[in-house]
Nanobody
Framework: QVQLVESGGGLVPAGGSLRLSCAAS????????MGWYRQGPGKQRELVAT???????NYADSVKGRFTISRDNAKKTASLQMNSLNPEDTAVYYC???????????????WGQGTQVTVSS
């Protein structure tokens, strides 16, 4: 059984920083792209950042220059360093991974349960 577990959310004042972590566990054969998405109050889920197994990154325009995504392929983890946070960054942040388990023959997309990030003004 494959799981993605996020950690690191919390309450932070505007201008502050947080670091989110995501750990993939289970019978995982290979992980392709990993990413972070977020869903703010009354909003649709949106992409924040993604990173390929080769380290290629992609960011939403709203977080470029403030957030940094990274991963450790050996540990099957991904992190999101968030700096200069503002109240508009308040959302539930979800980890996402395209991975292939030993049990299944193809890549599927998995999601974590989400972690709340609240930025106070």
């Amino acid at each position: 059984q494959v799981q993605l577990v996020e950690s690191g959310g919390g309450l932070v004042p505007a201008g502050g920083s947080l670091r989110l972590s995501c750990a993939a566990s289970g019978s995982i054969f290979s992980i392709n792209k990993m990413g972070w998405y977020r869903q703010g109050p009354g909003k649709q889920r949106e992409l924040v950042a993604t990173i390929t197994s080769g380290g290629r990154t992609n960011y939403a325009d709203s977080v470029k220059g403030r957030f940094t995504i990274s991963r450790d392929n050996a540990k099957k983890t991904a992190s999101l360093q968030m700096n200069s946070l503002n109240p508009e960054d308040t959302a539930v942040y979800y980890c996402n991974a395209d991975l292939r388990s030993y049990a299944l023959g193809s890549f599927y997309t998995y999601w974590g349960q989400g972690t709340q990030v609240t930025v106070s003004s």
